[in-house]
């Protein structure tokens, strides 16, 4: 029996005269991998920052295990912390460790003891595989290690959900795999995950379901293996068509 985790029920965002998001129905399960794709400028990326109101919408309601998303205040920040969000750029803070950079949110947020948090952050880094990088600075790693802490800094706080904004958009290209490895073994470990990426090889092999995107609207969702091998919006085509001829 799935288990709705994350509901998006007619959600609709406009910037100026643009409208960016166009009555969005979608519904996460616990433990499901969503990916979202589409051109530029279908809202994906919007979509993915909405779930945790770093953009804010008009009409609609956003549900988090239960709970209604509120505009603002105590109940905001305390949803938020269930949902861990990675993005392009790492935001680690530059004048800290790595460690402090993990242990921060689950001491400052959740009220951990300093050396429970230091401990579990530890294993967490060990997990992305920068254990040995912890005494050092972000500015001492590559992107792709920085990208991996930022990860382990998200799963510190134990979230129900992790959102990600093309996490490896901003990356040369032989760190690519390093960060979609670690994300793949999240994904296999049961996280529930809604992934904004051009990646679709990993699309392929971890989601349970890839949502197309195109002009604010979903126009289409269905397994990877549907999708990828039989789209059935000619929009779908026409996007897969000019991405996967290379």
């Given amino acids: 029996m799935s288990e709705p985790l994350v509901v998006l029920s007619g959600v609709n965002k ?10 969005i129905n979608l519904t996460v399960d616990k433990g499901e991998v969503i990916i979202l794709i589409g051109p530029s400028g279908s809202g994906k990326s919007t979509l993915c920052r909405t779930i945790n109101r770093l953009e804010t919408f008009e009409s609609g309601s956003i549900t988090i295990d239960g709970t209604e998303l509120p505009e603002e205040g105590k109940q905001l920040a305390a949803l938020r912390a269930d949902v861990g969000m990675v993005f392009q750029s790492f ?3 530059a004048h800290k460790t790595i460690l402090e950079n993990v242990t921060l949110g689950p001491i400052k947020v959740r009220g951990m003891k300093k050396a429970e948090a230091e401990k579990r ?3 967490l880094l060990e997990r992305v595989g920068i254990g040995h990088q912890a005494e050092k600075y972000p500015a001492q790693l590559s992107g792709g290690q920085q990208q991996r802490v930022a990860i382990a800094r998200s799963l510190a706080m134990d979230p129900k959900v992790m959102l990600f904004d093309e ?14 490895d670690v994300m793949v073994e999240l994904a296999q470990s049961g996280m529930t995950m809604v992934v904004v990426t051009h990646e679709m090889g990993f699309a392929r092999k971890v989601a349970n379901r890839v949502v197309f995107l195109s002009d604010g609207k979903i126009v289409e969702e269905a397994t990877p293996e549907e999708f990828f091998t039989n ?7 026409d996007f897969l068509g000019k991405i996967l001829s290379h």
């Avoid at 996490?167 to 979609?180: C, R």
């Fill in 14 to 23: 406009h910037f100026g005269d643009l409208h960016v998001l166009q009555d």
């Fill in 91 to 93: 935001n680690l803070f």
């Fill in 121 to 123: 952050a530890m294993e």
């Fill in 167 to 180: 996490p490896t958009s901003a990356l040369d290209p032989e760190m690519i795999n390093e960060v979609l």
């Fill in 231 to 237: 789209p059935k919006s000619d929009r779908a085509k």
